[in-house]
């Protein structure tokens, strides 16, 4: 039997060395897992049994041990030992290196007395004497009334979304920290598919023993809040549509004081009616464990729904880069046909019913994408589409904008859509006369700042005095269209407009020039132009250029160096500030603008194909 499981981030690893020693020398017998246990489905067999074979676990709680999943699985085990014990805190003590707690999940550990480095061994030494035994892992399932949802997969990556909410529907039990002392609502919310359901399913599973009264599932359309329960219990109320008034939204709310209370809704319309904790995409390497291959992972960018649907595909032999493919294809959304089901109407359904200029701004949106829209950009288009005062567009892009952020449907500031409400959104188009002419007005309003001329004898949507120019009649008007969007896109990606020195975000940087792949995939497809290598100057082969011996070797290089910086920042350190303090950053800064003259160079090279310039020669 293990006295101590130490459990810390590989990072920690100088600090828990020393930690280490001391407590060998007081006599302790102490399990530390020298390798990186990696995955995201669960914890080894090894440390499985090590863990059910020590008294308690010593968390070295810094900033990087919640990033690290191993250390999330063995916090939940032995966190859920104690709490099956009546106390989560009896098997589970804290080392807090920080100079704060805001880190520290769930809030039950937050407000406890954390190690001291003088008194730390005589505190565990204290503690021991009160736990005799091993812990046992595994809790009782619990009682459930009602019916749960079903679910397909692994829970995956979510590990830290299942402490937030553990700790926001038990903001009471730590009110030094958090200043409450009785119970609030807490609302789940987030796009379809996004994974609401999975979570709250998981955590009632996986914590019930915080509720001995039980676990009420329930519907919104039909709420069954328990009565009288016999102890503490966790009643879910899922799917609560946009639109119900304040009241109604109460009425799902139970009262008794022993009552928790979840709800599960797409909505930020409610953000008054108590906690709520939005669920955000899947982090990267969750991610592609999800899609099996990265192609996959980059087309749904971290929606659990579509990588669900599509990872299970590229498990059952069929090819990722075709897959990714049809995402664009005109006819049947491929994430119904793998579904079996209208699965996409779903993720627009509060779209179909939304007002006009929400559509509108939501088509404004999509033309923009991976780029976010503003009240301005909007603005500009929907008063040059229909021909507007600018005060008239102004409060009708304001009213879109707000109307399609509490449904949902687009993030708060900034205002961006998801790649699959944007695949959904097309495959449920009601007007697409409408679309295109807003879609032609948002790449007119692109370019228009610095456009002289476009395709001949045809004057790019809203642009007049357009210099004509003979082109060869062997470019097809798809290809010219084509050219022109990703002439419009190039001209507005960072490695054309140069970074300056000591200013900008180097992330946003990479995310600006890696938008570029799903763009230019896209608009090859919705021109059906494909992306093989040719000899002639083509769409296809400045576009293969472009993406294959461009882009991706400089995103090859500083991705995975970026990343791996941003994973060691401080706290309270701002990330542009975290970014100036890089060794690597005058040499990525070097490199990005090393970009400009090939960005330059396929911008000319894509002008000679529409027959659109726009203010941008091939020469730096």
Known sequence: MWDVFLSYSRKDAGHVRRLHE???????????????????????????????????????????????????????????????????????????????????????????????????????????????????????????????????????????????????????????????????????????????????????????????????????????????????????????????????????????????????????????????????????????????????????????????????????????????????????????????????????????????????????????????????????????????????ALRRANAGLAELTARGLLTPVPHRLHPVTAHSWLHHEADAARAERLRRAVLSSLGAVTATLVAPGIPAPGVRGARKESMPMTVSEAERMAAFDLQVELVSRIGVQQLPDGSGSLREALTSLNSLFPFTRDTLHRYSIGLEPSSAPSVQSVADHLLNEVLRPFMTRWHPLLKAWEAHRPPHTSPLDHEAAWSHADTFRTDLNALQQPLRTATASLAGISGAEFGISAEV
């Open 22 to 392: 001391e407590l060998i020398a007081a006599g302790l017998k102490v399990f530390t897992d020298e390798s990186a246990v990696a995955g995201f489905a669960g914890i080894s067999d090894t440390i499985r049994r090590a863990l059910a074979a020590s008294r308690v676990l010593l968390a070295y709680y810094s900033t990087g041990y919640p990033e690290r999943p191993a250390c999330q699985w063995e916090l939940t085990a032995a966190f859920l030992a104690g709490l099956g014990e009546g106390d989560p805190r009896r098997r589970v003590l804290v080392v807090n290196p920080e100079p704060d707690t805001a880190h520290i999940h769930p809030v039950e550990l937050r407000d406890t007395r954390h190690g001291e480095p003088e008194t730390l061994v005589p505190d565990i030494l204290a503690h021991l004497r009160q736990v005799p035994g091993p812990m046992r892992l595994g809790t009782e399932p619990p009682r459930v009334h009602g019916e749960l949802p079903v679910t397909v997969g692994e829970f995956t990556g979510r590990l830290p979304e299942l402490w937030r909410l553990h700790s926001a529907l038990h903001v009471q039990e730590a009110p030094l920290v958090t200043g409450r002392t009785s119970a609030r609502p807490v609302q789940l919310r987030g796009l379809p598919g996004i994974g609401k359901t999975r979570l709250a399913r998981e955590y009632a599973l996986r914590f019930g023993a915080a509720f001995p009264g039980g676990v009420h599932w329930a519907h919104a359309d039909a709420p069954q809040p328990p009565q009288a329960p016999d102890g503490p219990c966790l009643y879910v109320v899922d799917d609560v549509p946009h639109g119900l008034p304040p009241r109604a939204v109460t009425a799902l709310t139970a009262r008794h004081p022993l009552i928790r209370t979840l709800l599960i809704t797409r909505s930020r319309a409610y953000g008054g009616h108590g906690e709520h904790l939005d669920l955000e995409p899947l982090p990267e390497p969750a991610a592609t464990v999800l899609a099996g291959a990265p192609e996959i992972a980059d087309a749904a960018a971290g929606h659990p729904g579509a990588l669900g649907l599509l990872g299970r595909a590229v498990g059952a032999g069929q090819d990722a880069a075709a897959l990714a493919s049809r995402l664009y294809e005109p006819g049947r959304s491929l994430l119904d046909v793998l579904a079996g089901d209208e699965l996409t109407a779903d993720h627009v359904r509060d779209a179909l019913t939304a007002p006009a200029e929400a559509q509108d701004v939501l088509r404004c949106a999509l033309a923009l994408s991976p780029l976010p829209v503003t009240t301005e950009s909007a603005a500009t288009v929907l008063a040059l589409t229909d021909r507007l005062p600018r005060a008239v």
